[in-house]
Structures are given as structure tokens and as C-alpha cells.
Nanobody, 124 residues
Framework: QVQLVESGGGLVQAGGSLRLSCTAS????????MGWFRQAPGKEREFVAA????????YYADSVQGRFTISRDNAKNAVYLQMNSLKPEDTAVYYC?????????????????WGQGTQVTVSS
């Protein structure tokens, strides 16, 4: 079992930055695929960014490419999401997720473990 805890959300003006953190329990964190997803009110949960299983490659949604950066620190069992040039449409609850298998990293249904989410609100 893996427990995930997100932090770092908040209210920011458009054009600003936030850094989300997700800390995980578990001794095999370094091999997990780790993803960030978000869900805005009335919308489906959508993929934002992820590391592949084994941790070697990153993927981003087109909507955040060039503005968001995912990183991880295996020594701290942590994954981060640096969000720059934020837009009002980035407003959502952001979730951290973990998957202990290859493939499927952009599909929320493929993930085994989820955090509780952290709210990000971008004002115009």
C-alpha cells in the first residue's frame, strides 16, 4: 500500500507560479510511475504530467507543456510539479497518483494510488 500526500496549492494571480509537492510512503517509490492529474468543477479528471515506471521519462499534457515541470527526489520519496505562467484555466484540484506497472501513465484509471488533492486557484 502506498499513501500519497499533496501540498502546495493555493491562490495565485494569473502569470504567477506555484510548486506542488507529493510525498509517498513505501520502500519501492523509485520505480513507481508518478503522475499529476487535475479536476476542475464539472469536468473530468485530466492528465497533467507524469514520470514513466522506472522514473526515466516525463510526459506532459499539451496544455501545460513549457509551463509546468515535473520532478522527483527518490531519496525523499517525493514528486513535485512546478507550475509557471499560470492561467485561470489551470484552476482545479490537483491530484498526485502512483502506478506500479509500465504503460498507461496518461490514463487516470490505470493508477493504483491517489492523494487527497490540493486546490489551485488562479485569478484573472
Amino acid at each position: 500500500q502506498v499513501q500519497l500526500v499533496e501540498s502546495g496549492g493555493g491562490l495565485v494571480q494569473a502569470g504567477g507560479s506555484l510548486r506542488l509537492s507529493c510525498t509517498a510512503s513505501g520502500r519501492t517509490f523509485s520505480r513507481y510511475a508518478m503522475g499529476w492529474f487535475r479536476q476542475a468543477p464539472g469536468k473530468e479528471r485530466e492528465f497533467v504530467a507524469a514520470f514513466t515506471w522506472g522514473g526515466g521519462t516525463t510526459y506532459y499534457a499539451d496544455s501545460v507543456q513549457g509551463r509546468f515541470t515535473i520532478s522527483r527526489d527518490n531519496a525523499k520519496n517525493a514528486v513535485y510539479l512546478q507550475m509557471n505562467s499560470l492561467k485561470p484555466e489551470d484552476t482545479a484540484v490537483y491530484y498526485c497518483a502512483a502506478r506500479d506497472a509500465p504503460g498507461g501513465i496518461t490514463r487516470s484509471r490505470e493508477y493504483d494510488f491517489w492523494g487527497q488533492g490540493t486546490q489551485v486557484t488562479v485569478s484573472s
